[in-house]
């Protein structure tokens, strides 16, 4: 059974930069995950990317992949297992023409941290052949189209993107309404009411994972320090 690793034949990123489907064409193998920066994402949620995986590449040079994706653009949160060119997925949603860029990233050293291997690929698009036009649980924070692409390849599913906004963003700011309201109560009332309501929004969000509230807010105070990636150049 055929798995896939990294060139270099170690647990590297082994990330590039973003490029086009003809790039992505001389490079792309069975069983890799493809990263898409697609420009509607980016307008709704900083930072975050659409996640596939290549199952082949036929004759004719298309490829082909599996993904999570909603059917219309007024229900985001109703998905389905689809299977698709990659050009068709790639052409851009947001009424502009032309093509998003992608590239590979099979996450390895992540995967290598907790002691992951990719799964055999038979195994993989065996399973996947079944899943086709199936509807699957998802939200934004926790089971998103990362998550899918590396439950299948991995056999464990993760979301490095909402990881980095949690640690980067969340954990600081809950950190720093937690001085404030500390100093207040030493100081003066009205210094903990102002902690407290810069607490009571972080742990809305806490509560309301699945439904993305708040998050938006975080992502693009993020986004504006820095602490997001750039949109890449075309």
């Not at 930072?47 to 040079?61: F, M, N, T």
């Not at 509807?135 to 998550?147: I, L, P």
């Not at 979301?159 to 100081?187: D, F, H, N, Y």
């Amino acid at each position: 059974m055929e798995t896939t690793q990294s060139q270099s034949g170690k647990y590297e990123p082994n990330v590039g930069s973003f490029i086009t489907y003809d790039e992505i064409r001389q490079v792309i193998k069975r069983g890799d995950l493809i990263e898409i920066w697609r420009s509607l994402i980016e307008s709704l949620r900083p930072g975050y990317k659409h996640w596939v995986i290549c199952e082949s590449i036929d004759d004719q040079g298309v490829i082909w992949c599996y993904h999570v994706t909603s059917l219309t653009k007024t229900d985001l949160l109703k998905v389905y297992v689809k299977y698709e060119p990659l050009i068709d997925i790639l052409a851009k949603k947001d009424r502009t023409k032309g093509w998003d860029v992608c590239r590979i990233n099979n996450q390895e050293q992540e995967a290598h941290k907790t002691g992951l291997i990719a799964r055999p690929l038979d195994q993989v698009f065996e399973e996947l052949r079944t899943l086709v036009d199936q509807k699957v649980e998802y939200d934004f924070n926790r089971r998103n189209c990362e998550y899918y692409c590396m439950l299948w390849r991995y056999g464990k599913g993760w979301s490095t993107q909402v990881e980095v906004i949690e640690s980067k963003v969340l954990e600081p700011a809950a950190k720093i309404g937690l001085w404030v309201a500390g100093v207040g109560m030493l100081i003066s009332p009205y210094i903990l009411i102002g902690g407290i309501a810069f607490l009571t929004p972080i742990m809305l969000y806490e509560e309301n994972k699945s439904k993305f509230l708040f998050k938006p807010i975080f992502e693009r105070v993020a986004y504006g320090l820095g602490l997001r990636p750039k949109r890449p150049k075309a």
